[in-house]
């Protein structure tokens, strides 16, 4: 989990980035800050992974919390939300992760969080790298358990240096639905919205085609279609036409089309 602090002097907006961010099922939000000296005494305690940081609070703005954080060993990822664009020069040389202009758009927030979990995999590989160098240069005669343990922890990261979604958080009408990845059978674009198909129902999530498929395992999850995604492990039977073209037969009976750019998924099948 993206452990996540909240700081805008403004609650409406707090509570706007909280509804945004429950569609990620990765980000815990560990609480919020009304003011930037409260903001700093929380992330000095708390040491999250992520902030959402207001840049214009009254007194103690957010360029004053990043100076305030110098020094620090352990400094979060930071993304400025303002309703002001001026400010998106001074904010990436405070070194922020990304900046978002109020109200904040959807499908820039999930664009910002696929950054977010990106660097997060990759600094844990470096400190896990880090660990094990520490432990060879300390020690004579390294114990063999710990060396072993720490090459085990790289060994994973390596393997998978991408954070996936095990689920997608849906939002209608002020209700969220979460459906679980494994469910998903296939998903279609129809504009900037996704239609996430599971058994009889079908979801709508606003985002595109270019985001939703960095969400997903492309282990598990390929395009057959610049418009479609399917899930390999609900793909029943391939069925090759006189003419070149593929289907494939989902085991809810679906067939869908595989497009001549993405003949290559056929041959997981074959």
């Known amino acids: ?16 980035m909280k509804i945004r961010l429950a569609e990620f099922a990765d980000i815990d939000i560990i609480g919020s800050c009304s003011n930037g000296r409260e903001a700093v005494k929380v992330i000095k305690e708390q040491k999250p ?7 214009q609070m009254p007194g103690f703005d957010g360029f ?6 110098v020094g620090e060993t352990e400094i979060p990822l930071v993304i400025f939300v303002t309703a002001y664009d ?26 910002s969080m696929n950054k977010v979990r990106d660097h997060i995999a990759k600094r844990t590989a470096v400190e896990q790298n880090s660990r094990l160098v520490n432990l060879i240069e300390n ?30 958080r849906i939002k209608d009408r002020g209700h969220i639905t979460i459906v679980s990845i494994s469910e998903v059978e296939y998903i279609d674009a129809a504009g900037d919205y996704m239609c996430i198909h599971t058994g009889d129902k079908t979801h709508i999530l606003r985002e595109t085609m270019k985001v939703m498929e960095k969400r997903l395992d492309p282990k598990f999850f390929k395009r057959i279609h610049r418009s479609t995604i399917i899930n390999l492990n609900k793909v029943k039977e391939v069925r090759p036409h006189s003419n070149g073209e ?7 009976g679906q067939d869908l089309k595989v497009s001549c750019s993405y003949k290559d998924v056929v041959g997981r099948f074959l």
Do not use: W
Not at 49 to 55: K, P, T
């Open 86 to 111: 001026q400010y998106a020069l001074d904010a990436f040389k405070a070194h922020a992760m990304d900046y978002l202009l109020k109200p904040v758009d959807e499908q820039l927030l999930a664009e």
């Open 139 to 168: 020690m004579d005669n390294p114990p063999r358990e710990a060396l072993t343990a720490i090459l085990e922890a790289s060994d994973n990261s390596s393997v998978s240096s991408e954070i996936y979604d095990s689920q997608l």
């Open 64 to 69: 004053s919390v990043m100076r305030s954080l």
């Open 49 to 55: 992974d992520l902030i959402f940081l207001d840049i």
């Open 1 to 16: 989990m993206i452990r996540t602090l909240l700081i805008d002097d403004e609650p409406l907006a707090i509570r706007g």
């Open 246 to 252: 593929c289907y494939l037969l989902l085991e809810n």
